[in-house]
């Protein structure tokens, strides 16, 4: 699923959003820590193979099974996971906030790269 990662105009806040294949990405987007329309998305390589220089919501751990997602459900309560396994989205985690990546990073051992200062 491909991630696109946003800035804001007005408080420099850097999110990122997940799209399906098959949908159109916004270039503007209403920032979630402001509430202003001054999010505009960022040129970006694919999240698939790189190093990190900014973390993004999560790194992908889609599940197979319906107990690996009910494990997630029940590890991870912030973390929206989609139940439905005729949906194309069954088993992928969302982060939509940094308690929710945090739980999800402590329940699949992935760690956080932070850019350097």
Known sequence: ????????GNCSH????YY???SLVAERLICPKCNLNSGVKQFS??????DFAKPIQHYSC?????AEAEAIARACPDVEICMDEASEMFGVPISRNQTAKEQLMKFTGYIDKQAPK
Not at 1 to 8: K, L
Not at 14 to 17: F, L
């Open 1 to 8: 699923m491909p991630i696109h990662e946003y800035e804001c």
């Open 45 to 50: 390589a694919s999240h698939t193979y790189r």
């Open 62 to 66: 889609a599940v197979m099974t319906r």
């Open 20 to 22: 399906k294949m098959s």
């Open 14 to 17: 850097h999110w990122c959003e």
